[in-house]
């Protein structure tokens, strides 16, 4: 019997094609199953595990309870000339997400903006995946969504707000892009978990107890709520997702969007704001090129900060991450993946580790 | 003679006409000079006195050197069906930056959203002017600035982004709008002075010394730079401002926005990034301000942390503020405005305190 800790590597081209395999075989139409294995592996090669195809089982298990729906027919809706909306119709939120980027995208052709407000989503997984997406466009791209309570509103102790990441991008056509996917919250719960697990505590500043009051106990934390960047800076942000994503589009909003792992008796009716601008609207073509390779190259020649060897711009350590992935293959933990091998078993899907 | 540290309350007509007549004094149509004192003197009702009229120095002495233009013509130029592009012309930035916010809103009302990039304009003081102005237009909004130089990028030690203010605001047309105007640092350069001349440290994380170390001594971080919240992500959101006000627009980036207090070879070249919504484009008309109406309720609801009382929304403590300054006048200490008397007195412009 293999030890649970092995480490097997597989090719993104490998991942890619079991993941699509396995959502086929749970009635995902074809291109969508590819959609969704590209965004899902997409975060494996860029490092970013918690997003990858070890979290299948939770969307698997949405589909087969009825909560996601495996095919819909997606029809985004023009409703003013630079703004569509899109219903997710309680589809998977990667293939919503990448239909709402392409629409803001073709809008943003037109129109020089455009805006795209979905409603009836679910978790769409790293937002990178959709900055990406733009970005590799030729367009600079704001990528907002909301998500299940994880942290209460400032001066609160109950949680209220998502831990959703504020995504950005501008694109960089000689280069490095600017991607920047990042929650409000000083830490993730995984975090936390991971020092419960190792029996150390947590920095104070992380998370407040049940009761409202700072703790280093990371068993008190995950019995509270995480805390934000920066106080109200980050909870306003926080507030700022849902009331673009939820409160505007007709999504859940105010704590009411579903916890994919917890709330069973409905859909998560997720929102999403996915904002696309054409870079070459002020000024000649190649002017912003020109002018993003001079940042870029201005951030790279800033003498370092104690305990820091190099300047990198926000992104490049998952892209780095990538390239390297690329050509050695991705290393999973054959314990993480079981679950998703024992899934695509019982459909009669292979896995080709 | 006057006791310096006397404080004098002005009703905020008296300021708005006293800061107006200044400025016409100087050059500025009574217009734009009407506009600029609105702007300065609702900054003091909101209790963001770095922002209001004890700057005025520092706006009169760029205009008599000629680096600030006290009377451009001002012509926003639509490039792309929802996009305009307004040349700044060196003007104030509080003149620019309305103009830009009003022709935001009329493309807005014609394509649902609507976004002003400008160029060749000057600081802009306070973001929740404009973030306030479209709110009570009834718009949701975006307002970006970037700034002169004054964090590094994540693991740099030498400054080149702004502290710039990330501003956003949702309407509530029935009470207490969402206003968020937040810099990315941690604490104000103003702050780490306060502490120097009242002999305190300041707390670790908020500046690095000039070697790039983390230091607590407030003297030592003068010399070096401020620090973001969060970390790199703090950084990134500075670094998105001068992607989309400088870099997109034909701004001043990278280090180059000309320092208000000591750049004098140059007009500061400073860029802004206007966006605005209308907040009736995916639900019947009403229902968004229902919502919005939930979401606020629900905030109130939430238990508090301790050491809160109650729990306010984002720009709530500066509303209260503001409504009271309304009533009982605005308290101003005369030695903070001594400097603008001068002025005053200088163009023939009698102080009304």
């Known amino acids: ?131 990406l997406q733009a970005v590799e466009a030729g367009f600079a791209a704001l990528v907002f969504t909301n998500a299940s309570p994880a942290m209460p509103p400032w001066g609160g102790r109950r949680e209220m707000l998502g831990t959703s990441p504020f995504g950005a991008a501008f694109p960089n056509p000689g280069g490095q892009p600017f991607i920047l996917d990042m929650a409000p919250s000083v830490a993730a719960r995984g975090k936390i978990r991971k020092a419960l697990r190792e029996g150390r505590e947590i920095p104070e500043g992380y998370a407040l107890d049940a009761d409202g009051r700072p703790t280093t106990d990371p068993e008190k934390a995950l019995q509270g709520v995480v805390l934000p960047i920066g106080g109200a800076k980050g909870a306003g942000l926080s507030m700022l997702m849902d009331l673009l994503c939820g409160v505007l589009t007709g999504a859940a909003f105010a704590g009411h969007v579903g916890d994919q792992y917890k709330a069973f008796d409905r859909p998560q009716n997720v929102g999403h704001f996915i904002l696309v601008i054409r870079p070459d609207l002020f000024l000649p073509a190649g002017g912003v090129a020109e002018r993003m390779a001079e940042l870029v190259a201005t951030v790279r020649a800033n003498p370092t900060a104690e305990g820091f060897d190099e300047i990198l711009m926000p992104g490049e350590p998952e892209s ?34």
Do not use: Q, W
Not at 333 to 351: H, N, Q, S, W, Y
């Open 1 to 131: 019997m293999a030890d649970m800790n092995d480490v097997l590597h597989l090719t993104a081209d490998e991942a890619r094609a079991f993941a699509s395999d396995v959502f086929a075989a749970h009635g995902v139409p074809r291109r969508d199953a590819d959609t969704t294995a590209r965004c899902l592996v997409r975060a494996d090669l860029r490092g970013v595990e918690t997003h990858g195809i070890v979290r299948m089982p939770g969307y698997l298990d949405r589909i087969e309870r009825g909560l996601v729906d495996p095919a819909p027919e997606l029809a985004p809706r023009r409703v003013a000339p630079a703004v569509a909306h899109l219903d997710g119709m309680n589809g998977l939120g990667f293939v919503v997400a990448t239909r709402a980027t392409e629409e803001a995208m073709a809008i943003a052709r037109e129109a020089g903006t455009g805006l795209v407000g979905v409603s009836r989503s679910t978790h769409f997984g790293m937002a990178a995946t959709y900055l």
């Open 320 to 353: 780095r991450t990538e390239t390297r992935r690329l050509s050695e293959g991705i290393p999973y933990r054959r314990a993480d993946l079981e679950p998703v091998i024992e899934r695509a078993r019982g459909k009669g899907v292979t896995f080709p580790g």
